[in-house]
């Protein structure tokens, strides 16, 4: 693919000199800013080459930079090679030093080009305050990628369908009541809302338009009675329609929500979240509508689960559990027997789980890295590049699923032959550091961001640090990276609270370039712990259940405690899972949860 690229900037940079745009700013992101995005807003990767999940793209008539954070540097490295693209390199994604570069390197009077559609608006607020400082003029109204993308992707089209009870715990009319119970206290008449696992959340409703996530695209105006979906042709059929209709909602072509937000009554009160809608469509917005911002309320009402949803993740990550025991019990006994890749692992791995009641897809792409390949934390093999898994090693595997009651994540590292004295300590020092996370007690209400050193003193005890964060939120049959809470060094919000019912990763790592790389981890609920006259707190439960690999731990690393905890953890894997397995899966499994 490479070799095309210096032709697609090109045909940028001649469209570019046309229109008198001194520079053009392509950045990872769709009118809804999500992670993963539907081919038809994939301009970055079609005009970089570069595959990551995130990154910033900037192109000027004489250079062009990527601008990635520390897990995707030895990828970009790769997939740029050769393309005349520099690799921008920045430690993480909340490090904006692509805007510093535009200050220093365009002059006064000269143009730069994003297309505001998908620009964040809190994104564009911080570009317009560096441009305005260096008399730049930022131009949003282009989408310079749709002139010089001959064949560019069409929106996808696939059906929206409800999600029903019991897993759809919750009726749509009462999350429609809980959110509008929201606009009143903000005092907005309307709320606007972009984010699709927000729209799929509040009305039941999943879809197939992106990958991984059951989503849809589509936009989502409400007022204080009813409210308007905005989505493709074809998507809905008409019992559906009927449904929403009966709770309130009309169904109008994806298109037509920027002119619904420019026809708002001039006395309305527009609620919208800053950081979930594009510069694009708050520019849709009359001047004389009062805008109110704040945070979707339904972002801070689907992060926390109600109990009846986390008894179905609960019994969903039985059905993961038995899945990966059947998986790891075949892996056992082929390794280095047969011939298996790290392509092999994602096929079995998906498969083990297609066996299982309620699987509708991975929740993401799997990881699986051997050895060296471990050490890259978005790590994927491909049919060019990709490894076998033979000898002696770690083999790190990422990997999780979407089912209807629940979305799964999780990491394992296992021995593959004979693993290192080296090897083990980092496996065991991971170890410690998602012990400690997991066994944590913080007063409700604690920043998440704040638990972040929990899980890494264990680790920088010995000089060793890792670049990501030790926890995302996760939703229920939804995004498998779900906010507002996280467990990093983001700089803490009080959006970001930690309160019952929410479900976050714990998965510290440690990661040594050209060796191997080492990450465990689980998913955590929040539940309640104790209630006294210091006020109420919250502990994790570990809702993850499959085995750690004791062959690649270093015992005398470990104190009591942790070896208690470890213990308890594989006794409860194994009365959970044993009353579902058979044969060689149920022999793996009660090899590996004997008590250290």
Not at 273 to 295: F, Q, Y
Not at 325 to 338: L, S
Not at 450 to 464: E, T, Y
């Amino acid at each position: 693919m490479t070799h095309t690229i210096p032709t697609r900037l090109a045909a940028l940079r001649r469209h570019m000199q046309q229109q008198g745009i001194a520079a053009c700013l392509i950045p990872s992101s769709d009118p809804h800013l999500s992670e993963y995005l539907p081919s038809y807003w994939q301009g970055r990767r079609w005009l970089s080459g570069f595959h990551g999940s995130v990154g910033t793209l900037i192109v000027t008539a004489d250079f062009a930079g990527l601008w990635a954070d520390s897990r995707y540097w030895v990828q970009a490295e790769q997939e740029l090679a050769g393309s005349g693209i520099a690799l921008m390199k920045i430690q993480t994604v909340a490090q904006p030093l692509h805007l510093d570069w535009l200050a220093a390197n365009l002059g006064a009077g000269d143009v730069l080009a994003v297309d505001g559609d998908v620009l964040g608006l809190a994104s564009a607020r911080a570009l317009q305050d560096k441009l305005l400082a260096a008399g730049i003029t930022l131009r949003s109204d282009l989408d310079l990628l749709q002139a010089v993308w001959p064949e560019r992707p069409p929106l996808p089209s696939q059906p929206v369908y409800e999600h029903l009870p019991p897993y759809a715990a919750t009726p749509r009319a009462d999350k429609l009541a809980a959110v509008r119970h929201a606009m009143q206290q903000h005092g907005a008449s309307h709320h606007f809302i972009s984010t699709l696992d927000d729209i799929a959340w509040l009305l039941n409703l999943r879809g197939g338009d992106v990958n991984y996530n059951p989503v849809f695209i589509s936009h989502l105006l409400l007022n204080g009675s009813g409210g308007t979906l905005f989505v493709g042709d074809g998507k809905f059929d008409a019992v559906l329609a009927q449904r929403l209709a009966a709770d309130g909602i009309a169904v109008a072509g994806y298109e037509q929500a920027k002119a619904a937000l420019t026809a708002l009554p001039a006395d309305s009160r527009l609620l919208l979240d800053p950081r979930r809608v594009t510069l694009g469509l708050r520019a849709a917005v009359a001047a004389n509508v009062a805008v109110i911002e704040s945070i979707n309320p339904s972002t801070l009402l689907k992060s926390r689960k109600s109990e009846a949803e986390a008894q179905h993740v609960r019994d969903t990550m039985v059905q993961d559990g038995v899945a990966l025991a059947e998986f790891f019990a075949w892996f056992e006994g082929a390794v280095n027997r047969e011939t298996i890749t790290e392509l092999t692992i994602d096929q079995q791995i998906t498969a083990a789980r297609a066996r299982r009641p309620g699987f509708v897809s991975p929740s993401f792409a799997t990881i699986a890295g051997f050895n060296a390949n471990g050490a890259l934390p978005h790590y994927r093999a491909t049919e060019a590049h990709h490894a076998a898994i033979k000898g002696d090693g770690l083999l790190l595997i990422d990997s999780g699923g979407q089912y209807l009651g629940g979305t799964t994540d999780i990491t394992r590292v296992v021995a593959v032959g004979q693993p290192s004295a080296e090897q083990k300590r980092d496996f065991t020092l991971v170890l410690k550091g998602m012990i400690a996370l997991s066994r944590a007690q913080f007063p409700q209400g604690t920043l998440s961001p704040m638990l972040d050193a929990l899980a890494r003193a264990p680790i920088w005890q010995h000089g060793i640090d890792f670049g990501h964060g030790v926890g995302h939120g996760v939703g229920y049959f939804l995004n498998v990276h779900e906010g507002p809470q996280s467990i990093s060094r983001s700089q803490p919000e009080a959006t970001m609270a930690m309160l019952p019912g929410m479900i976050t990763s714990n998965e510290p790592g440690i990661y040594r370039p050209g060796q191997w790389g080492v990450r465990i981890e689980n998913l955590l609920l929040n539940v309640a712990a104790a209630s006294n006259e210091f006020g109420d707190f919250l502990r994790f439960e570990t809702l993850t259940l499959c085995p750690i690999d004791l062959r690649c731990i270093e015992r005398t690393l470990l104190n009591q405690e942790e070896i208690d905890w470890l213990n308890d953890y594989h006794h409860r894997v194994r009365e959970q899972l044993a009353p579902q397995l058979d044969g060689a899966a149920l022999a793996w499994l009660q090899q590996h949860t004997h008590a250290l």
